[in-house]
């Protein structure tokens, strides 16, 4: 028999009606239907809590007040969470892997075909020169594509881009980073953060670049030197940026570092929306349930750092 517990939803989920079924047959619920504005109203909706249902607004530095609590998470990151903290603490927390999948391939999609086939420029543009035909774009097939990290992102982004006749590669864990760089023309990054891909994409790895490469990442910033980012584009190594600023709160278009992507006139930058779509919310929202019944029943999925 499931003991019912108090399960705090500390802001809008996009929970369906069926998702709400579910939550309350397992406890006493709180839904707050608003984004919290700091890390203290996040902590103030939590207290008294044992199960927390929350994406990053507030969670990032309020967590670290909570004790002997279960978080669920409706979606994959959770590099800024401090494993010796959520130890110490005795908090533990699951995440809902491979929720983002699609949304992101297909943002990274889009991207590709953006970046390569000029599609900004083009698109309702009424101003061409009238005597000529415009330059032709570079097209995809047999474009050759190196995507880092062979997850569930990577892999799904490597099947359509098969589908698309690119010539697909991957850098995996234990691969030259350098060597698989050479002949690449555009670079995908899907990697994890974590302490092996903390800044791989360093100032190295930027200059060893063939010039005009597209480079693209929907990774945390973390995996990668932003400075030296920058330098390439600026000395043409790359030739065009797309980047998913993955590191906020979705939709926080005030951030620094965004605001600082969306001024080059070489990054196409969105404010971390790859993965937002309505398929992520349902599985996501999925996946945060069945580890909160997994949990009160002994049996615990999907927790992070889960030595």
Sequence with gaps: MINMKRIVITHDLGLSDEDIKRLKSLGKITIYDSRPSSSDEWLERSKGADIICSGISGLKDGYKDLKNVFISLPMVGYSYLDKDVLEKNNIKVSNSPGCNKDAVAEWITAMIINLLRNMTFFINNNNLPKDKAPQATKGLVNRKILILGKGSIGTRVGEICEALKMDVDFFKRGDNLLDKTKGQEVIVNCLSANDSSKNLLNEEFFDSLDKDIFFISVSNNTTYDPDAMFKALDSGKIA?????????????????????????PKILTTPHIAYNTDYTDELGNK??????????EGKPINLIYND
């Design 287 to 296: 996946i945060m349930i069945d580890n909160i019944e997994s949990y009160l």
């Design 240 to 264: 065009r940026a797309a980047i998913d600023e993955g590191t906020m709160p979705a939709g926080f278009t005030e951030d620094p570092y965004y605001m600082k992507l969306l001024n080059h």
